[in-house]
């Protein structure tokens, strides 16, 4: 299946700092979600967007939906060491199939 | 709200047997689930979309009839592999899609087959 364009593969960065992973499509989305996965884990929902332009925040977390519908950044400030993980992006495409078509995937090492 | 639970969490099986694992939204209805494959530093790769009361939708690739899926509720779905080889050891992962279109999955299979 598609999968999108995830980055960066891989971020090594010091407690505190903030992190910015973005994921971009050739096709359109209606609705970009965001997960973080723990290793040995499912996947975790953490923002789900649904307009084109939105911005949405949970806790140290902020997500957009791009204008063009085909992009979104995940945004994650005052990064603590239980950020480690890998984040991926998924994406809902408007042609009314069920699924999700996921990034490639963003793994996040915070060094204390 | 909206929780996930998958059983096994793990599961060692000899070659040519059968394995099946169950995956339950919780607290919450699903129409809809589906069924991923995961391999190592890897994404996930759908492997089939369960609707309930209905046939399951194979994506390009994956084999029906080895990978059996049943969504005879619409809490319940099950992932059968039938006559289990060592490439089929893997970490699978079910979704189970709510009203939005949202998907939470379950915590994963890990899968051996020795």
């Known amino acids: 299946g598609q999968q999108l364009n995830q980055s960066p593969q891989s971020m090594f960065i010091q407690e505190g700092e903030d992190v910015s992973m973005n994921c971009t499509s050739s096709s359109i989305f209606n609705t970009w979600l965001w997960y973080k996965q723990d290793p040995g884990e499912g996947p975790v929902l953490l923002i789900a967007l649904y307009k084109a332009g939105e911005l949405t925040s949970n806790g140290r977390l902020t997500a957009q939906f791009g204008i063009t519908r085909k992009d979104s950044f995940l945004n994650i400030s005052a990064s603590i060491p239980s950020d480690v993980g890998i984040y991926f992006c998924?994406?809902?495409?408007?042609?009314?199939?069920?699924?999700?078509?996921f990034g490639t995937g963003t793994r996040l090492t915070v060094i204390p | 709200g909206a929780v996930v639970s998958q059983h096994p969490s793990r599961v060692i099986c000899k070659s040519g047997t059968s394995v099946k694992i169950e995956c339950r939204s919780l607290?919450?209805?699903?129409?809809?689930m589906f069924w991923y494959r995961q391999f190592p530093k890897q994404s996930l790769m759908l492997m089939a979309t369960s609707n309930e009361g209905s046939k399951a939708t194979y994506e390009q690739g994956v084999e029906k009839d080895k990978f059996l899926i049943n969504h005879a509720s619409l809490t319940l779905s099950t992932l059968t592999v039938t006559s289990a080889h060592p490439e089929d050891s893997s970490f699978y992962i079910c979704?189970?899609?709510?009203?939005?279109?949202?998907?939470?999955f379950g915590p994963g299979t890990r899968l051996t087959v020795t």
């Open positions: 607290d919450f209805q699903a129409t809809t």
């Open positions: 979704s189970a899609r709510a009203v939005s279109y949202e998907q939470y």
């Open positions: 998924a994406g809902q495409a408007p042609t009314g199939a069920n699924n999700l078509f």
